[in-house]
C-alpha cells in the first residue's frame, strides 16, 4: 500500500498536479507574511488622471519623452518603459528618439512575444529601431498558469537567437538563463510599492522627493489600456506592479526553489513509522505531525527565499492515513460479533476464524453448573463470573487468549507440552475451581471439567468440538479431564451424519433388538434374556451399539432409543410369557434417563401397554459411582424399584462400585463383568473376584448373573461357586425375536437335552 501511494506521490510530483493546492498554499502563507517592498522601485503610473489630463491614450511620444526629460531632471536612476513603442506614430517619433538619446542607455524598453501557447516560437515584438538605438530592451512577457493566475516569473525569454532578460532580472541585475524561473515574493504588498501618477510628474508635482536615485517602472495602471493580470490574492493588477513586486524580490536575493522530493522523503520515512505502529492512535498523531510540519515547512523557507512543493507529500500521508483508518474500521467491524456481549471475552466465532493453533493443544472446559449460576445472577455479575472463572483458567497463561462460548464453555490454545505436565496443569486447574468464586459478595461454586484436543491440523471449529465431548464424558466419567479420542476421530464425517440417520434407522426398522438368552443356573432352563440394540445400516452394515448409543446420549436421542427397544423387549416379553412360559427381560438403560422424572411414568405406561407384569422387567444399569452420588437418579431408581421392576448393576467390577454405592442403589441384582467372567477357569484373582462378589450380593439379598460365559468349563465353574444366572454366546449369541423365539421352542421339546448333556459333562 505504501508502495503504490508513493508512487502516485512521485507521478503527481512530477507532473505537477498539486500545483492549484501548491499555489493556495503559498497564497495562503503570504497572506500570513505581508510586508512592505524596500522602496527602491517607483512606479510612474499612466493612470485615469494622467489621460484625463494629457489625452487619450495612446499618448503622442512627445508626452513620453516629456516624461523621461522629467524623471531625468528629477534625478531617476534608470527608466523601464513598459509601454508598446513597436509601430510608427509619425514625427513624435524623433521627439522621443531624442529624449532618449540624451539619456543616454538609462532607459530600458520593452520587448515581448505575441500571447499564446506558442509564444517563444513566435516573432519577437520590439521598439523601433530609431528608439533602440540609444536604450536597453528588456522583455516584459508574463507566463500563465493554467488558472490564469501568474505565479513564476521568468529571469529572461529567448527568441531571434538572443536570450533578452525580464524586466525584474534587469532592474536587480540578475543574469539567469532563459529555461529558469523564479517564484516572486507575494507577500510583498503591492499597496505599498510607491506610486507617482505620470500626470503628476509631468506637471513636475512631486519633484524629485520620490524618484531621486530610485529604479522608475513606467506602465499603464488604467483599465483603459487592459494591461491587467491576475496574481495570488489579487482579483487584477497591472503588469507594472508584478514588474515592481518581481524586481523587488529579487532585490531582496535569488529565491531557491527546493521542489517536492524532499517533503516527499520525509512523509516517506514517517509513513513507514505510521504503518508500523500497531495503535491507529500512534499513527494518526504521526500522519497529523507530518502533515503540520510539511504544510509549515514553506513558511519557514519563504523566510530564506526558497520556496518547496509539499503536495505530494501530504497527498501521500493522506492517502496512507485514509487506508489505516479504513483498515482499522475493518478490524473493528470483523471484531464485532467475535467477541462477548456480556464479558467483553473473545467468542468461539472469534476462535474458529483465528486458523492456525496447529502446533499447540486445544483445551475446552466446561462448567457444568452454569446454567444454574448464571440463572441466579443479573446479567453484570453474569459478566464478572465470566471473567472471573477466565481469570482461574488462565492461570500461567494470558487472559485475552481464553474464548468463551455459551453455557459455561471456554476454550483456549495450550503450548505443546508432555501428556503429564498438562495433566498436572489441568489438575491444578481443576483444583483451583475447587475455591468458590465471589460474585456479588455472594460465594458460588463452579464446577468444571476439561477436553484435550491434541496438537493436530484439523479446523478449529472440529477440534473444539472434540475436546468439548472429551470435557463432557471426562465429567460422567467422574473424572477432571480427558484426551479426545483419537480413533473415533477417524470416522468424524460419518460421525456427523450418524445422529440424523439414527432417527431415520428407528423410523425405517433398520433399527431392531436382538434378544440373548439367560440361563438359570439352578433349573438350567432359560429363564429370560437381555435385550440388546442393533443396527443394521444400509451401506455400512451392522453398526456395534456402543458407536451410536455414546452419540444418541450425547445429543439426546438415547430417550427416543430406549423407549423403542423398551417397547420391543416388553412386547416380546409379554408375548412369550402369554404362552406360559414364565420369561424374564433386561434392559439397558443408560444413566442419562435418571435424570428424567417422567421416565418411571413411561416405563409403567410400555408395561401397561403390553402387560406384562412388572417383575418380568430388568433394567441394567452402569456408572453406579454416577448413580449413586446424584439425588435424582437416585430417586428414579427408586420409583422404578417401587414399580416392581428390577434393577441390575450392568458391568460390575469395572468402574467405582464401593459397598456404599451398593448399599444405596436399590438394585436386586449384580451382573459381574465378562472381563472376570472370562479369567475364572484360568485366573485365581478372578475366580476370587467373582467368588466374593457372589457372597457379597447374596448377603445382600441379591441374585447374580455371569455375562460373557464363552465354554462349557466356565459356565460349570460358576454353578459350582453359587452364581444364579448366566449369560454369554456358549448358551445363545443375541438373535433376531423369530430366531430367538425358536431356540425357545426347542427348549421346550426337550431338545435341548444335548445341551444338558453338555453342561454336566
Ligand atoms: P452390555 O450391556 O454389557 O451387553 C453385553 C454385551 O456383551 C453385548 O454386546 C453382547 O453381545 C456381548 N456378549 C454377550 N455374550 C458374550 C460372550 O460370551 N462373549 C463376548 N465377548 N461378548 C458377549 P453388544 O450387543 O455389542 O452391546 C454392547 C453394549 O451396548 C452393551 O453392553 C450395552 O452397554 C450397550 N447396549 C446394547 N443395547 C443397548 C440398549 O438398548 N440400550 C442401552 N442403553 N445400551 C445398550
Ligand atoms: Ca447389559
Ligand atoms: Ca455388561
Known sequence: MLFWATLAALIFGAIEFGMPLENALRSGHDAMQRHAPSGDVVIVAIDDRSLAEVGAWPWKRRHHAALLDRLREQGAKRVFYDVNFSTRSGPDDAILAAALARWGDHVTLPSFFMEGTAMRASQEVLPLPELRRHARIANINFRREFDGGVWQLPYAWKGGGKTTPSFAASIAGVRRGADEEFAPDYAIDPLKLPVVSAAVTLAGGLGGTLVADKDVIIGATTSWVGDVHQIPGYEEISGVYIHAIGAETLLAGTPLDLSWPLPLLL??????????????????????????????????????????????????????????????????????????????????VALRARGGGGGCALIAARIHNYAELAAALSEAEE??????????????????????????????????????????????????????????????????????????????????????????????????????????????????????????????????????????????????????????????????????????????????????????????????????????????LSTRLLGDPAFPDAVAGLLARHQLAPYHLTLEVTETAAIGSNEDNLKTLVRLRDLGVAISIDDYGTGLSTLEYLRKIPSTEIKIDQSFVAGVTRSRSDRLMVHSTIELAHSLGQKVVAEGVEDAATLQSLAMIGCDFAQGFWIGRPLPLHDFTRTLVKQENGLSQNARKRLHG
Open 267 to 348: 512523509a516517506f520515512a514517517a509513513m513507514i513509522l505510521a504503518c508500523r505502529v500497531s495503535r491507529l492512535r500512534m499513527s494518526l498523531a504521526i500522519a497529523g505531525g507530518v502533515i503540520a510540519l510539511v504544510a509549515g515547512l514553506p513558511l519557514l523557507l519563504e523566510e530564506m527565499q526558497m520556496t518547496i512543493q509539499v503536495m505530494p507529500a501530504i497527498f501521500l500521508v493522506l492517502v496512507v492515513t485514509i487506508r489505516l483508518v479504513i483498515r482499522r474500521i475493518r478490524q473493528i467491524f470483523a471484531s464485532r460479533g467475535k467477541t462477548d456481549a456480556v464479558s467483553g471475552l473473545p467468542n468461539l
Open 383 to 588: 459478566g464478572v463470573l465470566v471473567r472471573q472463572i477466565a481469570h482461574r483458567l488462565s492461570l500461567g497463561a494470558d487472559a485475552q487468549n481464553i474464548y468463551q462460548g455459551d453455557e459455561g464453555i471456554f476454550a483456549w490454545l495450550a503450548p505443546p507440552a508432555t501428556a503429564a505436565d498438562l495433566g498436572e496443569h489441568l489438575d491444578a486447574l481443576h483444583r483451583l475451581f475447587r475455591m468458590p468464586i465471589v460474585v456479588a459478595d455472594l460465594p458460588v461454586d463452579a464446577s468444571v471439567s476439561f477436553g484435550v484436543d491434541e496438537p493436530g491440523d484439523r479446523p478449529l471449529a472440529n477440534r473444539l468440538a472434540s475436546a468439548l465431548v472429551a470435557a463432557d464424558e471426562a465429567a460422567e466419567e467422574g473424572c477432571r479431564w480427558k484426551a479426545a479420542d483419537k480413533a473415533r476421530l477417524a470416522d468424524a464425517p460419518w460421525r456427523l451424519s450418524l445422529l440424523g440417520q439414527l432417527d431415520q434407522a428407528i423410523d425405517n426398522g433398520d433399527l431392531w433388538v436382538a434378544y440373548q438368552a439367560k440361563l438359570d443356573l439352578e433349573t438350567n432352563q432359560v429363564c429370560g434374556a437381555e435385550a440388546l440394540v442393533r443396527w443394521t445400516h444400509p451401506t455400512k452394515g451392522l453398526i456395534p451399539p456402543l458407536d451410536f448409543i455414546l452419540v444418541a446420549e450425547q445429543h439426546d436421542r438415547i430417550e427416543r432409543l430406549t423407549r423403542f427397544v423398551l417397547d420391543n423387549a416388553i412386547k416380546a416379553a409379554a408375548e412369550i410369557n402369554a404362552l406360559g412360559m414364565p420369561f424374564n427381560i433386561a434392559v439397558n
